[in-house]
């Protein structure tokens, strides 16, 4: 079976534009994850679905950023007036979201964005 | 309270040694830890995990220490191999299974021929 796949590999826009990363988690996983990791730093996490709602978005660090998961499968990250210092490598990863058990999260292989 | 504190930030062994990361905690809600491996250009990989109801862990070439006490716990990689030079990462979640992970700042091993 696939794993998680995020689209696009690498992203360069401008400072100001507007993007848009999308996640497919792997099929059947109820719980979807985005994380961002800096350059030489662990991801930080952003915000976590369960099915289609947020249960989550504590770590979203301003109302530039939003996520949605319509359907409660596919999931897009959104990025307003993007800034320089929202290059990262964008983490989606997903887990089953069982009440209890590991819950291993599976990572796909991220976003690169470069805002010049 | 919601840190993870990892260290050293770099390491680097000779192959059949056995390299150390050490881990410390705060909050003590967490009851779930994991170590990711992480190749360039790659997403993080789940290596092993353990609960803070047993003090060590094996999955191979690799165990996981855990002091609850202390709030520490490490992981050793036995006989380390230079397919081993990666980046790891210890983690925690919270209680209640889908949980966000909070993971530490990495460190680079590097293991010689």
């Known amino acids: 079976g696939a794993g998680v796949s995020q689209t696009p590999s690498n992203k360069v826009t401008e400072k100001g534009k507007y993007v848009e990363l999308r996640c497919d988690p792997i099929?059947?996983?109820?719980?979807l994850y985005w994380y961002r990791q800096s350059l030489g730093q662990g991801p930080e996490f952003l915000i976590y679905?369960?099915?289609?709602?947020?249960?989550?978005d504590s770590g979203l660090p301003n109302d530039r950023f939003f996520a949605v998961r319509p359907e409660g499968s596919v999931s897009t990250l959104k990025i307003q007036r993007t800034e320089r210092g929202d290059s990262a490598v964008y983490l989606c990863?997903?887990?089953?979201?069982?009440?209890?058990?590991?819950?291993?999260?599976?990572f796909g292989p991220g976003t690169r964005l470069t805002v010049l | 309270q919601q840190q993870v504190k990892q260290s050293p930030q770099s390491l680097i062994v000779q192959k059949g040694g056995i390299p150390i990361i050490n881990c410390a905690y705060e909050?003590?809600?967490?009851?779930?830890f994991p170590w990711y491996q992480q190749f360039p250009g790659k997403g993080p990989a789940l290596l092993i995990a353990?609960?803070?109801?047993?003090s060590e862990k094996k999955e191979g070439r690799f165990t996981i220490s855990f002091n609850k006490s202390a709030k520490q716990f490490s992981l050793h990689i036995m006989d380390s191999q230079p397919g081993d030079s990666a980046t790891y990462f210890c983690?925690?979640?919270?209680?209640?299974?889908?949980?966000?992970?909070?993971f530490g700042q990495g460190t680079r091993l590097t293991i010689n021929p």
């Open positions: 990863a997903s887990s089953q979201g069982l009440a209890g058990g590991r819950n291993e999260q599976f």
């Open positions: 099929s059947g996983h109820t719980a």
């Open positions: 679905f369960q099915g289609t709602g947020a249960a989550d």
């Open positions: 909050n003590t809600a967490f009851d779930y």
């Open positions: 353990i609960r803070p109801d047993v």
């Open positions: 983690a925690a979640r919270g209680a209640g299974g889908a949980q966000k992970l909070v």
